[in-house]
């Protein structure tokens, strides 16, 4: 009787293994690219491997609530950086503000420091926005029914209070409400203080003057600023506005007018 030994080398087995191998990995990349793809089209917090030699990380990331991540028990923790963070208030704007509204304002439009934020407008005009009469005039004249001026508060520290941004909102005859001497101290801007100012001012038009329409007219040049602003839903209508040279609110270095920024409620 023939016995017949087949002999398979052992190369073979371990050329098997490998495409075994590289299969799974394949099959686990390609699940795990589309679990991101697919937690970021619903918004919810994507999770990402970090290899750091035999050591492994997971991190997660949220938009709004901070950075989150596991930790080395695996429980979750939440990270906030407070180091830096501030304690923002908006308020109605008093007499007493009269000065530091003033200089926030002055600032923001004409550089603090010699250092000119991207909001600034010292390279197209000379001399202040706003003195400290106009702005004690129009605080002492402020009327819940038609003028508000809106103060952002620096509250981190409570015993040292300061101003960091303002914003004025006016009920006109026609109807709409407009927003003007919107500023934010220039080492503050981008941090989101502009952007809760102009709520506060239009929550008071829709809510309390119930009006339907926001105007705002901003330097035609200022397509930069123009652009933040359409993300806040205000739009260019197209009208031009000469810029007034009976009101003391600086002196042009080139010819400027302004473009009516509009937004519905």
């Known amino acids: 009787r023939r016995i017949i030994i ?7 087995f371990a050329k098997m293994a ?3 191998l590289a299969t799974i990995v394949c099959v686990g990349m390609a699940a795990h690219s589309l679990l991101l793809r697919t937690s970021e089209r619903v918004g919810c917090v994507a999770v ?3 290899g750091a030699g035999r050591r492994k990380m997971f991190q997660t990331h ?7 991540g596991i930790g080395k028990s695996g429980s979750f923790r939440v990270s906030e950086d407070k180091k830096n963070e501030k304690k923002i208030e908006i308020r109605l704007a008093k007499e007493k503000m009269t000065k530091s509204l003033t200089q926030v304002v002055n600032w923001a439009y004409r550089g603090k420091n010699g250092e000119e934020g991207w909001t600034g407008e ?3 005009l000379d001399g202040v926005r706003i003195t400290s009469e106009q702005m004690e005039k129009l605080l002492v004249s402020q009327n819940p029914a038609r003028s508000l001026v809106f103060a952002a508060i620096d509250a981190t520290n409570p015993n040292k209070q300061m101003v960091v941004g303002s ?5 006109r005859k026609d109807g709409r409400a407009e927003f003007g001497l919107f500023a934010v101290d220039p080492k503050l801007q981008s941090s ?5 100012l102009l709520n506060a001012a239009e929550t008071h038009a829709r809510d309390v003057w119930q009006v339907q ?5 901003l330097l035609d040049v200022r397509e930069k600023l123009f652009a933040w602003y359409s993300k806040k839903g205000y739009e260019k209508t197209g009208k031009k506005v000469p810029f007034p040279d009976d009101v003391d609110v600086g002196v042009p270095k080139v010819e400027l007018q302004f473009d009516e920024l509009l937004k519905k409620f």
Do not use: W
């Open 6 to 12: 087949l002999k398979f080398p052992i190369f073979y």
């Open 18 to 20: 490998g495409r075994l």
């Open 48 to 50: 990402h491997y970090i």
């Open 62 to 68: 949220a938009a709004r609530d901070g950075r989150m």
């Open 122 to 124: 010292a390279h197209l």
């Open 167 to 171: 914003i004025h909102a006016m009920l």
């Open 192 to 196: 989101g203080i502009g952007g809760k």
């Open 213 to 217: 329409e926001a105007v705002m007219y």
